[in-house]
């Protein structure tokens, strides 16, 4: 592993010289590193397939520097960031245009969840293979009774002394089918009031009774699935003193809570930089008639200042939680700008590029799908709807029944 | 002004219509015909005519059932409720408008629903006549057609085509288009079949050096604009009156929604933030409604004056159906995104209604024009 200096001019210096050798030049002169493009997204895990060789050598190299996840401590395969430096690495990232050599619901997700709330075992377990790679997870919390009311889970996990044995189903499980384990909210004691029932479980995809059934979008693709458990026993312990259970026994509530303010601070920064490389004024700019359809016009000019206004958020807040004030509730309102511009843009380009972008495939490449798939960012991780609602009664306190 | 209310014969066609669509040609036909690629049903469109709708706008002594533009928008409105993907607009509407005004003998045949028209003009991404570039070059009685056609709706199963050519003149201008009326099995004219989101029949045409005649001339050499001025009007009309019953559809299964999925223990038709969010979408379907009765009625009595009518309702068919699909998937959360249910079908064809003969910016335009600014 390379040292890389901490002084930020030195950093820059050092974390530039190391990407002109670490990251392939096949992988550079990309437009977008912080795009939400799922088919371009390195996922890592057991199953994947690589796009190429190249994106397996930088996803490695990038590992063995930290660099997969530059904000996690050097023991569990990070590279110790501050905000300051990420910051740094993102920009010269940019600069090459190189995409993050590896992104996935372990690090976005779970591996937040476990530095807050796992053992050192779980942590020593667990983060190194995500950082490499090697594991890909995916998010069992939603069933069909329990969307928006997320505490309603009913899948249930029994105590069997040496081992969980669980029943049920999830559903709109994003990447079921291609995931090497998946982290489950369960139901550990159905006696207690609904949130203090639930546990948070860390549970191999490959056990058996777990099967995947892919469901189909209205985008075309096929990337969540519901997700069956029939008479799947999970060990108590997947190995000497790792508790199969993160956090406490019924308090999955706590883990699963604060799992989705990094999730949703996640998908609200997906409506960041170009539109799946696309610029709005670009493709404006490049036709007298859409340039002259004053309608058009001034519908790209809201959404120019409003993606500029809220990228500024999501940094002030990133910078906050850079100096340890956790984002908490606030990652609502960043879930609800973010995902409702994306959803602004996107309708936007579609107008932009008219009947060309009426094809599934078309010159504009898969703008139609993607256009369609951002009709759900505004429901994954909790709904537009929710998160008012969490600004309503968290943030500003108002009265309820 | 004339009453926008239905008459005792636009209320008996309207129930007429929905009673056969609902029992023949519910959404699941549709996606019968998504997941075959057939882009429409013959069978539906041979019944349809029967019942004098694919002549609707037809002199009764050409076979037609002579119902007028209103009717034909209480038809396209309730297709659009169930998403029947026909020739409705391109055929029985459009074509037929333009061959009466140009007094036409091909009429008979959109009346039995023997001859499907497509209409080609636009070449590129957006709506946009004056910018065909497509040409016809002329020697005495006869032209030569050479050029592309983008995204001509009906364009794979259309046995006729109304194409828009330049007689004369630059892209970009109104005047030197010509409109030929043709066989589209004649010589040099080639088709490609476009997947497209709606799930429909769409095509891309190639005209390499296509033969015609002035007998092919629908109205007079270089007035290819004046000669579907008419014919385009009620085209707009008619995918207003869709877009008003697309809007109904995705209203309907959102409204039933809230009153059948629990959340929290209850119904969640019983959140405030939900109930006004409905509520508002019908609002504003109500007002859409007008300008889409107003479009028909002014085409039926003042066919000249009619294209701020048609204009209005368009720009506001086109935004009220872009916000009850919005809310629709919203609305549903999940399960509005897959594509085992049908709310996404009416989103996309929302989309391809939006920009279907001009978008709201195109159609706004006209309206601030006529209301001098
Ligand atoms: C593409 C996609 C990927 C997903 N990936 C995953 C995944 O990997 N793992 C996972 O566990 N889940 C996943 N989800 C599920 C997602 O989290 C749920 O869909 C979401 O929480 C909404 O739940 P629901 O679908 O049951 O909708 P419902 O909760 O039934 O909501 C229906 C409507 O009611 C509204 N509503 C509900 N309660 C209230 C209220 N109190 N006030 C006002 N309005 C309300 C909602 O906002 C929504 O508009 C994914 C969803 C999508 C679309």
């Known amino acids: 592993m390379l040292e890389l200096s901490r002084d930020p001019a030195q950093f820059r210096k050092d974390i530039r010289a190391w990407l002109a050798s670490a990251c392939p030049a096949e992988m550079k002169g990309r437009e977008s590193h912080d795009g939400f493009a799922e088919s371009d997204i390195c996922w890592g895990g057991k199953r994947f397939e690589f796009s190429s060789p190249a994106q397996k050598e930088w996803m490695q190299n990038a590992a063995s520097q930290g660099?997969?996840?530059?904000?996690?401590?050097?023991?569990?395969?990070?590279?110790?960031?501050?905000?300051?430096?990420?910051?740094?690495?993102?920009?010269?990232?940019?600069?090459?245009?190189?995409?993050?050599?590896?992104?996935?619901?372990?690090?976005?997700?779970?591996?937040?969840?476990?530095?807050?709330?796992?053992?050192?075992?779980?942590?020593?377990?667990?983060?190194?293979?995500?950082?490499?790679?090697?594991?890909?997870?995916?998010?069992?919390?939603?069933?069909?009774?329990?969307?928006?009311?997320?505490?309603?889970?009913?899948?249930?996990?029994?105590?069997?002394?040496?081992?969980?044995?669980?029943?049920?189903?999830?559903?709109?499980?994003?990447?079921?089918?291609?995931?090497?384990?998946?982290?489950?909210?369960?139901r550990t004691d159905r006696d207690a009031p609904k949130h203090k029932g639930i546990s948070f479980m860390l549970i191999d995809m490959t056990s058996a009774g777990v099967t995947t059934k892919p469901i189909r979008l209205i985008s075309g693709k096929s990337p969540f699935c519901e997700t069956f458990f029939d008479n799947v026993k999970v060990p108590k312990e997947h190995g000497p003193g790792i508790n199969a259970v993160v956090g406490e026994q019924n308090r999955g509530w706590d883990v699963a809570k604060h799992l989705l303010t990094h999730e949703r601070e996640m998908i609200g920064s997906g409506s960041r930089g170009p539109l799946g490389g696309r610029s709005v004024g670009q493709i404006i700019s490049s036709d007298s008639d859409l340039n002259g359809n004053p309608v058009l016009r001034a519908e790209a000019m809201k959404y120019e200042i409003d993606s500029m206004a809220v990228d500024l958020t999501l940094d002030r807040y990133k910078d906050m939680a850079g100096v340890g004030v956790p984002i908490g509730n606030a990652s609502s309102m960043l879930k609800y700008q973010g995902t409702e511009l994306n959803k602004r843009g996107y309708e936007l380009l579609m107008s932009l590029t008219g009947m060309d972008a009426a094809e599934w495939d078309s010159t504009h490449g898969e703008l139609a799908s993607e256009w369609l798939r951002t009709k759900a960012n505004s429901i994954e991780g909790g709904t537009s709807e929710v998160m008012l609602d969490i600004i309503a009664k968290r943030v500003l306190e108002l009265p309820y029944k | 002004m004339e009453s926008l209310l239905l008459n005792e014969d636009e209320t008996m066609l309207r129930d007429a219509a929905r009673g056969f669509l609902d029992a023949s040609a519910p959404v699941t036909a549709f996606r019968k015909v998504r997941d075959e690629g057939t882009?429409?049903?013959?069978?539906?469109?041979?019944?349809?005519?029967?019942?004098?709708?694919?002549?609707?706008?037809?002199?009764?002594?050409?076979?037609?059932?002579?119902?007028?533009?209103?009717?034909?928008?209480?038809?396209?409105?309730?297709?659009?409720?169930?998403?029947?993907?026909?020739?409705?607009?391109?055929?029985?509407?459009?074509?037929?408008?333009?061959?009466?005004?140009?007094?036409?003998?091909?009429?008979?045949?959109?009346?039995?629903?023997?001859?499907?028209?497509?209409?080609?003009?636009?070449?590129?991404?957006?709506?946009?006549?004056?910018?065909?570039?497509?040409?016809?070059?002329?020697?005495?009685?006869?032209?030569?057609?050479?050029?592309?056609?983008?995204?001509?709706?009906?364009?794979?199963?259309?046995?006729?085509?109304?194409?828009?050519?330049?007689?004369?003149?630059?892209?970009?201008?109104?005047?030197?288009?010509?409109?030929?009326?043709?066989?589209?099995?004649?010589?040099?004219?080639?088709?490609?079949?476009?997947?497209?989101?709606?799930?429909?029949?769409?095509?891309?045409?190639?005209?390499?050096?296509?033969?015609?005649?002035?007998?092919?001339?629908?109205?007079?050499?270089?007035?290819?604009?004046?000669?579907?001025?008419?014919?385009?009007?009620?085209?707009?009309?008619?995918?207003?009156?869709?877009?008003?019953?697309?809007?109904?559809?995705?209203?309907?299964?959102?409204?039933?929604?809230?009153?059948?999925?629990?959340?929290?223990?209850?119904?969640?038709?019983?959140?405030?933030?939900?109930?006004?969010?409905?509520?508002?979408?019908?609002?504003?379907?109500?007002?859409?409604?007008?300008?889409?009765?107003?479009?028909?009625?002014m085409l039926d009595t003042h066919p000249n004056d009619a294209a701020v009518a048609v204009s209005l309702a368009k720009a506001r068919a086109t935004k009220t159906a872009k916000l009850a699909v919005s809310e629709g998937v919203q609305m549903h959360g999940g399960i509005g995104m897959t594509d085992e249910f049908d709310m996404g079908f009416f989103m996309k064809r929302a989309r391809v209604g939006a920009e279907w003969f001009g978008d709201y910016g195109y159609h706004a335009a006209i309206v601030a024009a006529a209301r001098g600014f």
């Open chain 1, 67 to 186: 660099m997969t996840v530059p904000t996690w401590p050097v023991e569990y395969g990070g590279a110790g960031l501050s905000r300051d430096l990420q910051k740094i690495w993102l920009e010269e990232l940019a600069a090459v245009g190189a995409k993050l050599p590896l992104q996935s619901f372990g690090i976005w997700m779970l591996g937040p969840a476990l530095l807050a709330f796992g053992t050192e075992e779980q942590k020593k377990r667990f983060l190194p293979e995500i950082a490499r790679g090697e594991i890909r997870w995916c998010q069992g919390y939603s069933e069909p009774g329990a969307g928006s009311d997320l505490a309603n889970v009913q899948t249930r996990a029994e105590d069997m002394g040496d081992h969980w044995l669980i029943n049920g189903q999830k559903i709109w499980t994003s990447y079921a089918d291609q995931a090497d384990w998946i982290f489950a909210l369960v």
């Open chain 2, 39 to 297: 882009g429409f049903d013959r069978g539906l469109w041979a019944e349809m005519a029967q019942m004098g709708w694919a002549g609707v706008l037809v002199p009764e002594n050409q076979g037609g059932a002579d119902m007028g533009h209103r009717a034909a928008g209480i038809l396209a409105e309730e297709m659009g409720k169930t998403l029947v993907a026909s020739p409705f607009i391109s055929s029985a509407v459009i074509a037929a408008t333009t061959l009466r005004a140009a007094a036409s003998d091909r009429l008979s045949g959109i009346a039995d629903g023997s001859t499907i028209y497509a209409l080609a003009i636009d070449e590129g991404a957006k709506f946009n006549p004056a910018g065909v570039a497509m040409e016809a070059i002329q020697s005495g009685n006869a032209f030569k057609l050479s050029g592309k056609k983008a995204f001509v709706a009906e364009g794979r199963n259309a046995n006729r085509v109304l194409v828009l050519a330049r007689t004369a003149g630059a892209a970009g201008e109104a005047e030197g288009l010509t409109l030929f009326d043709l066989d589209a099995d004649r010589a040099g004219l080639t088709r490609d079949a476009i997947a497209a989101i709606d799930g429909r029949d769409y095509a891309r045409m190639n005209f390499d050096n296509v033969d015609a005649t002035g007998d092919d001339v629908v109205g007079e050499v270089g007035g290819g604009l004046a000669a579907l001025q008419q014919g385009l009007n009620a085209g707009q009309a008619a995918v207003a009156a869709e877009l008003g019953g697309v809007s109904a559809g995705a209203f309907g299964m959102t409204a039933q929604y809230l009153k059948d999925r629990k959340q929290f223990g209850v119904l969640i038709g019983t959140f405030q933030a939900l109930q006004h969010r409905a509520a508002h979408l019908w609002a504003e379907i109500e007002v859409t409604a007008s300008a889409i009765a107003n479009a028909g009625r």
